[in-house]
């Protein structure tokens, strides 16, 4: 399944540092050497020094995701991880450690973790908690699952069984109570459910009524469209929202998810990496509670049927002022040739780029080399590390080194980074919604950290501007409902925003 990365400043020097998660043998295997996590200092000159002990985040589960967020408010960035089998949380305490307060906080969930993300669902100023879950699997209970072995009439190939052969799990809501301890609100919440196969989490205010819904990209079974009700509670709105099923009405193995508005409409749109074979997904918000899927028209569907995608997320990688998408691509399968010669096990990443016209474009093979080295792909994280103003990316992939890709190009737009500071709102500003007017382009994003697959990113709020040099209005409104306006913003720089009362 591989596992996933995070970029976040933990030290708070201005300059991104990296959290890497990393497999472990299953209980009743062992290695020669024990993997643990790792944290990478930046050290501000292009460069990282390993910190992992130092800090005290080096956990030896069966590591899958990462999610980053400040969730007691105390100006630093902590990390949750999850695992098949215990998650973890580790309080940042400020002075370069972390503490394992996972007891302590009551959200050491057990099943088999993947994507989680904080999120303030309440509004009431402090992050909780969604952690997603796959599916019932015991080591003690493996079970034989056999392919076809390619051009014999004889033969099969033993191959990891498909996530129907496997009970699943429901997903987690954990409320922060504020008082550095969570409470378990799933079922009171409306969000227990074990139908999913729960892999990819995107969070967004689909229905711009001003609080955050979930959506989970769901494993071989229909995705979730969580709607918040303002209440507390949520409704699973996909079947009628259009975002269940494929166009053609077929469960889809799904992996990775995001949001995004990619045609600048202000409606949060969905992005969704599946299978090899099988087209990545775009759905279009149209308003009214209404998605549309454009995958074909839209220019990326056919261009990823030969690819296994993992990862799927928006990007202005160009500074252009409209979301592209980068897609990490990998297989799950070592022995994947015994039984489809057409397919690979290491597969080369995508990129496509924003026509401006509701159409991509891709661009993989002039990205430069480091779109040309072929891996087995799965999470990745994006973020300005060297802060030159465009979007970097990081790749994991599984059992090799991971890929570092530096933007060298898309600082040559305008540019402008909004980091956010609640005060009202959780101390992130997570879920506040940002719309940067320059002259004829407008744009809308939301502040968040976790999306696309099992990984954590930049919270800064990159928007490119392309040959515009001046942003005419920043407006945000901010998870308490509070609203700021700043006119006449000079650009090509970083932008802090406190959150203040009127």
């Known amino acids: 399944m591989g596992s996933g990365a995070a970029f976040l400043d933990y030290d708070n020097d201005g300059f991104l540092d990296l959290y890497i998660v990393n497999g472990a043998p299953l209980p009743g295997f062992r290695a020669e050497q024990e993997p643990r996590n790792s944290l990478y200092r930046n050290q501000g000159d292009g460069t990282f020094a390993r910190v992992t002990e130092e800090a005290g985040v080096g956990d030896t589960g069966y590591g899958m995701g990462v999610a980053t967020g400040d969730y007691d408010n105390d100006a630093d960035q902590d990390l949750y991880v999850t695992n098949y089998g215990p998650n973890v ?6 002075d370069g450690t972390f503490a394992d307060v996972t007891e302590l906080a009551g959200v050491g969930d057990e099943g088999w973790g993947t994507n989680a993300v904080f999120v303030d669902y309440d509004a009431d100023g402090r992050l909780d908690l969604y952690v997603a879950n796959y599916m019932e699997f015991n080591v003690d209970d493996n079970k034989m699952c056999l392919h076809g072995r390619a051009g014999r009439a004889i033969g099969r190939v033993r191959v990891y069984c498909g996530p129907l052969s496997f009970r699943g799990q429901s997903g987690v809501l954990y409320r922060n109570n504020g008082d550095d301890a969570f409470t378990d609100v799933t079922r009171e919440a409306g969000l227990y459910t074990d139908e999913g196969r729960q892999l990819g989490v995107a969070v967004g205010d689909y229905d711009n009524d001003g609080d955050p819904d ?3 990209a769901n494993d071989k079974t229909p995705s979730f469209l969580f709607r918040n009700n303002g209440d507390g509670s949520f409704v699973d709105i996909a079947l009628p929202a259009g975002v269940a099923y494929t166009e053609e009405g ?9 949001s995004g508005d990619y045609d600048n409409d202000g409606h949060l749109d969905i992005l969704l990496a599946t299978f ?27 261009e990823s049927i030969p690819y296994l995608g993992m990862s799927a997320f928006f990007l202005d990688y160009d500074n252009d002022g409209y979301q592209d998408i980068f897609i990490a691509n990998g297989h799950l399968d070592e022995n994947v040739k015994d039984y489809d010669p057409g397919a690979d096990y290491a597969q080369r990443n995508q990129l496509f780029r924003n026509n401006r016209d509701g159409t991509f474009s891709e661009v993989t093979d002039v990205s430069g080399p480091g779109f040309r080295l072929e891996g087995v792909s799965h999470g990745a994280a994006a973020g300005d590390y060297d802060n030159d103003g465009d979007v970097d990316l990081f790749v994991s992939n599984s059992n090799n080194p991971c890929s570092l890709l530096r933007n060298e190009g898309g600082n040559r737009n305008h540019w402008l980074m909004v980091r956010t500071v609640g005060t009202e709102s959780n ?14 382009l407008v744009q809308t994003k939301e502040v968040k950290s976790s999306y696309g697959y099992l990984s954590s990113h930049d919270l800064r709020v990159p928007f490119g501007l392309g040959n515009r040099d001046r942003v005419d209005v920043l407006e945000i409104r901010w998870p308490s409902g509070l609203t700021t306006r700043i006119e006449d913003i000079e650009v090509d720089r970083v932008l802090t925003v406190i959150e203040e009362r009127d």
């Not at 949380?89 to 400020?94: A, D, V, W």
């Not at 101390?427 to 004829?440: K, T």
């Open 276 to 302: 090899q074979w099988q087209s990545n997904t775009l759905y279009h918000n149209s308003g009214g509670g209404v998605f549309t899927d454009v995958s074909s028209g839209a220019g990326i569907g056919q």
């Open 427 to 440: 101390r992130d500003g997570m879920g506040a919604r940002l719309r940067v007017v320059s002259g004829d």
């Open 89 to 94: 949380l580790y309080r940042n305490e400020g």
């Open 250 to 258: 077929a469960d889809q193995p799904r992996m990775g998810a995001d």
């Open 214 to 216: 979930l959506f989970v």
